[in-house]
């Protein structure tokens, strides 16, 4: 019998884990966070290792096929993120892990290049310190600014219509969020993320923005992951699934009108985004911010 044992989650409707053996050559690939190839039944599928152990808590196991990854994909924050959501939102920490990654990931694939057009093309980069805030946007900016200098975790609501300035707020936090090398994901109702929109945030942040959003190809949203999870990008702005964008040191995470129905997700795993976020803004000890019209 091998001596080594790993549980996978599969995006399969069950609470259960999947117990398989590691034949000896694979021995030194496995790592918690990396997806691998296993057999269930008659199919071959794709899951991703959640914990390793010295004892079969079954017989007759299955050995894994193969290891996909040769680093974590998923960090152990991400990991427990995603464990939380199975148990909340009642599905398979499988179903939550293939939620928060790009869709190639659930077939294997890792990497795929895009042809698409530059991010921010033709579009003038302005310094945010030569836009100043309002009386104001400045108290509002100060009170939170107090919690990330303090690198506690927080939740803040700023409550003003649309047009009060709550934007300009968002700005100068991310800055201050990126003075501190932190990162920081923005999120938008899907219909607010226009063009206008995402020239907006291009003009301060410059090649530093990643932005997420539905309506992107399955190979440029895998690009973005990846220029994310590289550092290269620090900062996200995009709709409901960009909350899962793997930031790194995340800082600061801003849900603009947080009332809106769109944050909440209708297919499994059924989460609200709103809630994700202060749960993963615990875990990452980031600030969270929300703003809306009507709360």
């Keep these: ?5 790993v549980d996978v989650a599969l995006a399969l409707p069950t609470t259960n884990l999947f117990q398989y053996s590691v034949p000896e050559p694979l021995c030194e690939k496995i790592e918690v966070g990396k997806r691998v190839f296993v057999s269930v039944r008659t199919r071959r599928m794709v899951g991703t290792l959640v914990s390793v152990s010295s004892e079969a808590s079954f017989t007759d196991i299955r050995d894994i096929e193969s290891v996909i990854d040769e680093t974590p994909i998923l960090s152990p924050s991400f990991l427990e993120l995603t464990r939380w959501m199975s148990e909340t939102y009642f599905c398979s920490w499988g179903q939550a892990i293939e939620a928060a990654l790009p869709a190639p990931f659930k077939k294997g694939k890792f990497l795929m290049k895009s ?3 530059k991010l921010g093309a033709g579009v003038d980069i302005v ?7 309002t009386l104001g946007q400045e108290s509002v900016f100060q009170k939170i600014l107090q919690k990330i200098k303090s690198e506690e975790t927080g939740h803040f609501l700023i409550h003003g219509i ?3 300035g ?3 707020v968002y700005m100068h936090l991310i800055r201050e969020i990126l003075e501190r090398g932190k990162g920081s994901i923005v999120l938008v109702p899907e219909i607010s993320l226009t063009p206008q929109t995402v020239e907006r945030f291009y003009s301060r942040f410059g090649d530093c923005l990643a932005v997420i959003h539905s309506r992107l ?5 895998v690009e973005e992951w990846h220029r994310i999870r590289s550092g290269q ?3 996200v702005v995009g709709a409901r699934s960009a909350i899962f964008s793997p930031v790194k040191n995340l800082g600061l995470i801003v849900i603009d009108e947080e009332h809106d129905t769109s944050y909440k997700q209708e297919e499994t795993p059924r989460y609200q985004t709103r809630c994700v976020a202060a749960k993963r ?3 990452e000890r980031a600030v969270l911010v929300m703003g809306s019209a009507t709360p």
């Excluded at 310094?127 to 805030?133: A, E, H, I, V, Y």
């Design 127 to 133: 310094n945010p310190k030569d836009l100043g805030l």
């Design 162 to 164: 649309t047009g009060s």
């Design 166 to 168: 709550k934007t300009e």
């Design 115 to 117: 042809r698409g057009q």
């Design 1 to 5: 019998m091998p001596d080594l044992f």
């Design 217 to 221: 190809t399955q190979a440029r949203r």
């Design 233 to 235: 990008a620090r900062v």
């Design 281 to 283: 803004a615990d875990l």
